[in-house]
């Protein structure tokens, strides 16, 4: 194997001791096989021979003083967890301190040694990290020699610091140990692999997202406008009853459909303002107290629009003063205080919805609007009930890892149309 300390022309013979700039001159006297050393002449300075003395019996090395010695070296590291591995680079800068110990020690070959030296304990340090700190090529991995601590002989060291005193044993003295690293290409493919499937992945969950709430959407138009057809026809269908009653008795009297029709407008304009009026109750929900006052309040709506003593008053606009409204149009139907069978409801229903953090709010409204719409009996509307119904019937599936068992089949008997009904029977 060729010397590495040769190779890299740290040491070299020289011609009839003649110096060489920039280098140390370090000459031996051959005496037989022996080698006995006579002297290290600094850069540019000549050894003098005595008179009698023959260039023949002398050896001369030439040992290298630039004080920006380097060389550079890769190899690759596997790390301790068995899966990963990454080349190591490495750019070492020396100097030579001890030019007659390098030559002493030269065929042992002191810069292949202290390649090896370095390369086996910066590695093996490398190995143990995490792969976080090569693949980031954090200042953990930068530090690794500079600050990374090791005991030899009862003391602690740097790795840098034993380095050190392992290469002045040599002859060299460290200026500076620099790092680097290569991710293999087929990592780095996985990676790009990796990152672009938890895209993927994010894009479908946004895109059902949208469509979750396009239905959504969608459910509150179809509703919306069902509610439109469905009291145009009813109105029409009474407005026909009455006017053939009104035949049959022979009292065609004009007024009298007018003021008819006044009511019916007023009464469709209260049950369309109370149903406003649920979806402001439920965004001014925030402890049980504000819930008792809703409950109050929907009991109120329901008992008001059922039978009311006369068609019910518009509510007017503003919070406070629409409730002052329901309260005065339903006074003679329930006791103050009392919030009946659809108050008991509502409180068992936002009792067990404590639990929910995020869409408390959405299944609260699901849920009263179910209820308010069963309270009317015979004058619900059954397209309506069947949306409210699915919404409650959808939140109740997404809670479902969140809620009891208990809460669930709370929840579901108030889905059931039916056994509402026999609630309010």
Partial sequence: ?????????????????????????????????????????????????????STRSFKGYAVNKDPNLRFEEETRVNMTDGIHWFTLLLVVEYRVINSRQLVEKLASDPLERLRKEVLSVV??????????????????FHDLV????????????TKFDMLQNYSAELGFRLNAIHLGRRIPPDFLLNEKKRFESKTEEAIKELETEVAINDLERQDRIDLKKHEL??????????????????????????????????????????????????D???????????????????????????????????????????????????EDAIQPGSVGIAGKLLLQGFSNIQSLSGDRRAFLAAFLHTVAETMLQEDADEAALQTYARQLGRHVGTARTVLERDQIEFFQKIVDREAMREYFA
């Fill in 280 to 330: 402001r109750a439920v965004e001014s929900i925030d402890n049980f107290r504000d819930l008792e006052n809703a409950a109050g309040t929907m009991t109120r709506i329901g008992n008001s629009f059922v039978a009311p003593s006369s068609p019910g008053p518009a509510l007017a606009s503003g919070g406070e003063s629409e409730l002052r409204a329901l309260t005065a149009a339903a």
């Fill in 123 to 140: 590695a093996g340090g490398a190995a143990h990290l995490a792969w976080d700190d090569i693949k980031t090529e954090s200042r953990r």
């Fill in 146 to 157: 500079r600050d990374s601590q090791t005991v030899d002989s009862g003391h602690m060291y």
């Fill in 229 to 278: 057809e469905m009291r145009g026809l009813k109105r029409d269908e009474e407005e026909n009853r009455e006017k053939h009653r009104i035949s049959i008795d022979g009292q065609e009297d004009r007024s009298a459909i007018n003021a008819w029709r006044r009511g019916e407008k007023l009464k469709d304009e209260f049950a369309e303002d109370a149903r406003i009026g649920v």
């Fill in 1 to 53: 194997m060729p010397n590495l300390t040769q190779t890299h022309m740290v040491v070299k013979d020289t011609q009839h001791l003649k110096p060489v700039p920039d280098h140390d001159l370090v000459v031996y006297k051959i005496d037989g096989g022996a080698r006995i050393y006579q002297a290290t002449q600094p850069a540019g300075e000549a050894f003098k021979l005595k008179i009698w003395e």
